[in-house]
């Protein structure tokens, strides 16, 4: 799927919160209305929009979507474009982590998106190290 990708992470002993607490302070800097799951054992879903007319118009249900799932020593941050769900701090994580988050989108949305994940990708790596 474009837009859809997976980092995996052995070995870091990075703490999960605090990445997911970067992830979140990352997107809101750069202007993204945020959401996050509560977080469980399965992980937590953090989604991100950017607001705007146009952007409105073209992709209200759009997010770029980010799930951290595993341990401090092993973890997966997995990036895509999903549906922007309401409520999402309340939805079941069990069901969020099963169900099929991530969606086939346009090239044209997708590209946009495909910066952002980079950028967001390439800063995930720096913080975990």
Known sequence: MLGDKEEHFQGKGTEI???Q????????????????????DQGT???AKKGGFLREVVA?????????TGSPNDFTVRFGIGKWLEHLGVAAI?????????????V?????????????IADVKSFVG
Not at 94 to 106: A, R, W, Y
Not at 108 to 120: M, R, Y
């Open 108 to 120: 044209a949305d997708s590209l946009w998106n495909l910066e952002v994940e980079d950028k967001l």
């Open 45 to 47: 879903v953090i989604q």
């Open 17 to 19: 919160s605090a990445l």
């Open 94 to 106: 069990e069901t969020l982590l099963l169900s099929e988050l991530f969606l086939v989108v346009d």
């Open 60 to 68: 209200a249900d759009r997010a770029l979507t980010v799930t951290i």
């Open 21 to 40: 607490s970067h992830v979140e302070k990352y997107l809101k800097d750069d202007g993204f209305t945020v959401q996050t799951s509560a977080a469980s």
